[in-house]
Nanobody
């Protein structure tokens, strides 16, 4: 599967962005999906993850209550709605996919994912 992340940009603190991840080559319904981010000088970290059936999710503590991950398997899309953005959310955001037979399982570890998109830059600054 090939992944293409988009929707990043420059936004003021407190504002919102929605990231999109388009999958091609195979339907996203076969994959658990996740969003990760990497800030300058820091390691890549998990942001949010979602199960194949979309019913189970995971959020990093730093984004809980502000970010929402969702998916539309009919459109082969995964989204990350980011509200109340903070300067510390500034990073390159990556979407990732992991093929799994379990429709309910959520993968939140970077090493669990085999497929990665190219990343989209999110900058939160006034």
């Amino acid at each position: 599967v090939q992944l293409q992340a988009s929707g990043g940009g420059l936004v003021q603190p407190g504002h919102s962005l929605r990231l999109s991840c388009a999958a091609s080559g195979r339907t996203t319904s076969s994959y658990a999906m996740g969003w990760f981010r990497q800030a300058p000088g820091k390691e890549r970290e998990s942001v949010a993850s979602i199960s194949r059936n979309g019913r189970n999710t995971f959020y990093a503590h730093s984004v809980l209550g502000r970010f929402t991950i969702s998916r539309d398997n009919d459109k082969n899309m995964v989204y990350l709605q980011m509200n109340s953005l903070k300067p510390e959310d500034t990073a390159v955001y990556y979407c990732a996919a992991q093929s799994t037979p379990d429709i309910k399982y959520v993968y939140y570890l970077e090493r669990s994912y085999n497929y990665w998109g190219q990343g989209t830059q999110v900058t939160v600054s006034s």
